[in-house]
């Protein structure tokens, strides 16, 4: 069964004669821009294991980053996209109404630990750059002001807005004008707070950044939202302090500013908790609005916005919506997710994973010179690659040279950060304790061999 089985790679060399034939026909006939670094193709998959058509098998470490947190093709997933199929694919949802995607609103609705009165709602798109888009346009339906608020780090798609929100402009290069009233302040990155910064000032520091943003670019009466990512995927997996969230929410309660959680990669048992935005609330600090997508739905399109329910029912007729948003075959494999991750226990299982990688990547921290910072929540992990401690200076072609040496032995890892020095561990929460501590030794060979 290929779920269970291990990495192994068989052809002399990757790609392999079979997958070579396919990916000289992606450089043949897919935009350059569409980039891959991976000399891999994908036959096959299940669980935490990809098989190529040649015969390699892989542990995948990515998982569609943070997309397949219930595993590859899941059999109860497959097994519902099926029976749906069969009855209809389609019925756009403002013609016509359909049970899965009000059951799927019904049961999010209760979960998600938004700030609400009485009830939420849900509406639903395809993506997580659709849903972040939206919210937007939500936080300012509803505030009836015109700016936001983003962080350094950031990364909420690849959409005009969402590109213009996101904070790595190498990815809009060569399309601009962006959209306007997008204003950034900075992300409490503690490995690297400017020196000079004492920790006991971190908090004062990244919460005065902040206040700039309201002296020198848009007084707080015409900020909307404040976006963040409970834990920054892109930016290199970066957790928000809870002292600073509770913080933030002080101030958009003050200001009359909605808080909105970008959860679309860490949502459905990442973090140890069904939403990383659980921790905010237990700290008494909720946000307004939660998006989400990637993992909820096992592969298929989809992505939810959730807030209360007079906050969602300020956005006008035909402001919100779409063709496919909440598509019949996509909310029937989102059901059957918020089945299989409470029924296989996946976010105690997210827990357990967590511990031993963390405890892992700690021991190999105190070895490895290289290694200059180890975070994160529950299974969501990123470990930072230093050229020199003292310095922190990004050990960039380490980990592009780590990513390849990896894939060649069998493991699909993935970098992040502002300087494509972290690597982030995002393999499926359904991955076995064999595969682990394969993955596990095959990572850490890796480093010894180009340490």
């Not at 299982?349 to 990688?357: K, L, M, T, V």
């Amino acid at each position: 069964m290929l779920s269970k089985e291990l990495p192994k790679i068989i052809t002399p060399a990757l790609p392999g004669t079979k997958a070579k034939v396919i990916l000289q026909k992606r450089k043949d006939y897919v935009p350059a821009g569409v980039t891959s670094a991976y000399p891999v193709v994908i036959e096959n998959a299940k669980g935490a294991m990809i098989q190529d058509p040649d015969g390699n098998l892989f542990l995948d470490w990515v998982g569609g980053v943070g997309v397949l947190n219930v595993g590859h093709a899941h059999p109860r997933v497959v097994e519902a996209i099926k029976k749906q199929s069969e009855k209809y694919l389609h019925g756009m949802f403002n013609i016509v109404t359909h049970k899965g995607y009000v059951e799927l609103a019904e049961k999010l609705s209760a979960i998600a630990p938004v700030k609400k009165a009485e009830k939420a709602k849900v509406f639903f798109a395809n993506s997580g750059a659709e849903v972040n888009e939206n919210a937007v346009k939500i936080a300012k339906t509803y505030t009836g002001r015109s700016n936001i608020i983003v962080f350094s780090g950031a990364f909420h798609g690849r959409t005009l807005l969402t590109m213009s929100m996101t904070s790595k402009k190498a990815y809009t290069k060569g399309t601009g004008p962006l959209a306007n009233g997008i204003f950034r302040a900075d992300f409490p990155y503690s490995y690297r707070t400017p020196k000079g910064i004492n920790k006991e000032d971190e908090l004062s520091y990244y919460l005065e950044r902040i206040t700039k943003v309201f002296e020198e670019c848009a007084p707080a009466e015409d900020v909307a939202a404040l976006v963040v990512e409970p834990l920054q995927g892109e930016g290199g997996f970066i957790p928000a302090p809870l002292s600073w969230v509770q913080a933030v929410r002080k101030i958009c309660d003050e200001k009359g500013i909605l808080l909105i959680a970008d959860e679309v990669q860490t949502g459905f048992g990442r973090t140890g908790k069904m939403f990383a935005t659980e921790y905010w609330k237990e700290v008494d600090a909720a946000p307004d609005i939660i998006t989400m997508a990637k993992s909820i739905a096992d592969g298929l399109p989809l992505g939810a916005v959730v807030a209360d329910q007079k906050i969602m029912d300020s956005a006008a007729a035909g402001v919100i919506g779409g063709t496919f948003g909440g598509n019949a075959v996509a909310c029937a494999a989102g059901l059957e997710v918020l089945k299989i991750i409470k029924d296989e226990k996946l976010v105690e299982r997210s827990q357990e994973i967590g511990e031993r990688c963390m405890k892992e990547f700690k021991s190999w921290q105190k070895k490895y010179k290289v290694i200059g910072d180890v975070r994160g929540l529950g299974s969501m992990i990123g470990i930072e690659f230093v050229e020199d401690r003292e310095t922190k200076k990004p050990a960039t072609i380490f980990v592009k040279d780590l990513i390849q040496t990896c894939v060649k032995k069998g493991l699909i890892i993935e970098s992040a950060g502002v300087y494509g020095n972290v690597i982030r561990f995002l393999a499926p929460l359904v991955i076995t304790d064999e595969q682990l501590t394969v993955g596990l030794s095959i990572l850490e060979e890796a480093i010894q061999e180009l340490s």
